[in-house]
Every structure is written in C-alpha cells, then in structure tokens.
C-alpha cells in the first residue's frame, strides 16, 4: 500500500507542478468524471426538473434523487477549504468515489495531515 500512495503522492506533484497556478474555485469541477460532469450537464439542461432527469435516464425519481444526493455529498467533500492541496483533493475524490472506504480515508488523511505539519515545522 505504501508504494500506491507514494505513486499517488508523485502523480499528483507532478499535476501541481503542469499547472503551477490553479484556480481554487474550479479544482472541485477538475475532479468530477466524465460520468458525473454528464449527469450535471443533464441536470442542468432539465432546469434541475429530477422528474425530467429520470424520464431521461430511464431510471426511477428516487434512483435519481440518490445519485444528485451523492453528487452533491462529492461536490461538498471536494470544495472543503481546509483542503491543503492537490494530493488531498485526490484523496477526497477518490474517497467521494467509493474508491476508499471510511477507515482508511480517515488514516491516510491523518498521516498525510502529520507528515505536513512536520515538514512545515522543520521550514525556517
């Protein structure tokens, strides 16, 4: 497990690094799939009708419901402003995605928070 979250860890250096100036109002949009970007894009092109949304998906109101609840739960996770950068975002997105479950979110969150705070301790 080690040597996926130091891949993880590099991968999103290197994306910090490409981008150097990032836009913090849009970095929550950035970690959206396609599959859910398609489902606001819908969402909104029905004026956020869950009903019209449904027909469309071909899918039950409260399947519909489950799924913007869950987005906006995403959207929430993402946006949070005690975000402390790119590697953190990843995680929350990936925790948001089910990728991860509570436990070991919550783990890796805390080690990586106190590998922070010791690296910004030993900064003059």
Known sequence: MDAD??????????????????DPERRWVEQLSDEDLAFLKRFLLTSGTLKDLAKQYGISYPTVRLRLDRLIEKVKLLDERE??????????????????????????????????????????
């Open 83 to 124: 975000t402390r950068g790119p590697f953190e975002l990843k995680l929350r997105s990936l925790y948001a995605d089910g990728r991860l479950d509570d436990g070991t979110f919550r783990d890796v969150l805390r080690a990586y928070r106190e590998e922070e705070d010791q690296h910004d301790a030993r900064l003059p």
């Open 5 to 22: 979250l130091k891949k993880l860890k590099l991968d999103v250096e290197y994306e910090q690094q490409r981008r150097r100036v990032q």
